[in-house]
Each structure stands twice: as structure tokens, then as C-alpha cells.
């Protein structure tokens, strides 16, 4: 939406994995990064709309992504942590934390932050 006249730009509709977005999406540049509850999480170009990549996990993703970079960062109820490609939604990194994980993680200092469902707290550095 352009916010000074409220205009809608364009939207999108998932079709065939239709599920809910409880996430915040991430912007960076042209890049929007949403997460679903359909275990996906994908980039749209900001001006277009257009799809670039999608990104399937083994579980929900409610956990809103963070843009580190040249990544994305985010928790799915899988229990994985998922760092991907901000140009290709390639997977470069996952931690397996045996807990669900819906918070958003944070990022600051050099360090990544993000709690599970199971009450225990990561940091990496």
C-alpha cells in the first residue's frame, strides 16, 4: 500500500499451500520476505509483487524473519533455526533446537538472539 494516497499496490493469495501469515515480513531494498503458516517462507519483489523464491520448511513458520546481510533469519515449529540466501532462499545454515520456535529472532552486537516454545534461550556469535 502507498501510504500517501492509501493505494493498493499489489497482493498476493497463496493457492495451492494456503495458510495464514501471523509473521511481520522483513524489507530490505526490492526484497519482502514473508513467512506462512503453510511451512513457507518466500521473497516478493517490493515494486512488483512477483514471486523470486520460496523456501519450505518441516513445520509452521510464525516467527517473523530478520534480513542479516546477505541473509534471512527465522524459526519454524520444526525446532530449526534456517539461515537462507537473500538473493536465492538457499539454505546456508540450520541449528536444531528440539523445540518449536514461533519468537522472531534478534539480532544485535554480532549476535543472533531467539527463544523456543520449550523456554530455552540461543545466543550465537
Keep these: 500500500m502507498r501510504l500517501a494516497d492509501a493505494q493498493i499496490l499489489w497482493e498476493k493469495a497463496q493457492s495451492a499451500r494456503s495458510a495464514e501469515i501471523y509473521a511481520a ?3 530490505m531494498g526490492d526484497a519482502v520476505i514473508f513467512a506462512s503458516r503453510s ?3 518466500f521473497r516478493v519483489n517490493r515494486l512488483t509483487g512477483a514471486i523470486e523464491w520460496v523456501m519450505h520448511t518441516r513445520g ?13 533469519i527465522f524459526g519454524s515449529s520444526d525446532g530449526n533455526i534456517y539461515r537462507v540466501g537473500l538473493s536465492n532462499g538457499v539454505q546456508a545454515w540450520s541449528y536444531n533446537t528440539g523445540s518449536a520456535i ?10 543472533l538472539v531467539i ?11
Excluded: K, L, M, W
Design 25 to 27: 515480513p522483513a524489507v
Design 39 to 41: 511451512d513457507t517462507v
Design 60 to 72: 509452521d513458520v510464525n516467527s517473523s524473519p530478520v534480513i542479516n546481510g546477505e541473509h534471512v
Design 102 to 111: 514461533s519468537a522472531s529472532p534478534a539480532i544485535g552486537q554480532r549476535r
Design 115 to 125: 527463544g523456543t516454545e520449550g523456554g530455552t534461550i540461543y545466543c550465537f556469535g
